[in-house]
């Protein structure tokens, strides 16, 4: 709610004035209060779809080649047909406008969501989408080093619906709450070997050497826009790659243990009140290298 002040005769009047948030809906822009979804969508009775979380930088997508491509992949998997105006030319024209809308044009979270249009029981009516983007303000991302524990109260999931984001959300907010319980700062999830898997909000990597290590897509784990990246920068300088099964012991070994996702990369300096070997200046020059020239339009 917005409020103008006014001056009549050093009278002073307070006139109220309403401030709306805005989102896209299938194309349109509309305050958020005028979004009218039936009970029967279906994201909300049977989680029927997935969404993607992207930051928009002073009017350009982050890793937006990246985000397309795990977009298709979802809607692959989930049998879903893809709108042709959600990744044309024109959406992040959108997009823009939205943020503008939502005085965030500089720096914002970009959520989209999509899911399956129609209603019907399991069985779906149709396999075309419906989908629904929000932008909201962000700050820069947090640069402290992470303390973290392992998850004990739930692990992941390994499916097909595992690499992308939305059906195994009830995961990461059990994981989620233990964390604010446990005061960590995140929680490294295991898979239900009891192999590394990830973290609740971002993906779990290590340093010995010149070899990355990363835990395999079979553990569950999401297949993060910054595991893509890092995975291409690694091959680019030459460095090993090492995806796989990882047991818990491995990271106190490690030169270098770090969380990643689209916000950056953050240095874990502790598993479970035990303190892990860090080079700050490894992880900072990693990033760097990482986000150079990842702003793009490409694709659109």
Not at 90 to 119: H, M, P, T, Y
Not at 280 to 287: A, F, M, S
């Amino acid at each position: 709610m917005g409020v103008v002040l006014l001056s009549l005769n050093k009278t002073y009047l307070f006139i109220l004035i309403p401030s709306f948030v805005f989102l896209l809906y299938n194309s349109q822009i509309l305050p958020e209060n005028e979004l009218r979804l039936p009970l029967t969508n279906r994201a909300f009775q049977y989680n029927d779809g997935f969404f993607e979380t992207i930051i928009l930088e002073n009017g350009t997508l982050r890793f937006w080649p990246e985000h397309q491509a795990r977009i298709k992949e979802a809607a692959s998997v989930l049998g879903l047909t893809l709108p042709k105006e959600l990744l044309n030319k024109d959406f992040l024209s959108l997009i823009r406008q939205l943020a503008e809308q939502n005085q965030c044009g500089n720096l914002a979270r970009v959520k989209l969501k999509v899911w399956r249009a129609g209603e019907g029981l399991y069985t779906p009516q149709t396999d075309a989408a419906d989908w629904l983007v929000t932008a909201h303000p962000m700050q820069k991302a947090p640069i402290a080093p992470l303390q973290v524990g392992i998850c004990q109260t739930v692990r992941t999931l390994p499916s097909p619906f595992s690499s992308f984001k939305g059906i195994q959300s009830p995961v990461y907010v059990l994981a989620s709450r233990e964390k604010a319980l446990r005061s960590f700062d995140d929680l490294i999830l295991l898979d239900p070997s009891g192999n590394l898997a990830e973290l609740t909000y971002s993906n779990l990597f290590w340093v010995k050497g010149e070899t990355l290590y990363t835990p395999g897509l079979q553990t569950g784990c999401l297949n993060g826009i910054m595991r893509r990246k890092l995975l291409q920068w690694a091959l680019r300088r030459n460095w090993q790659v090492n995806e796989g099964l990882f047991q818990p012991n491995e990271l106190t070994a490690a030169d270098a243990v770090f969380s990643g996702n689209v916000t950056g990369l953050r240095i874990i300096q502790s598993l479970e009140g035990k303190n892990l070997t860090s080079k700050p200046q490894l992880i900072t020059q990693l990033q760097e290298e990482v986000f150079a020239g990842q702003t793009t339009n490409a694709g659109l």
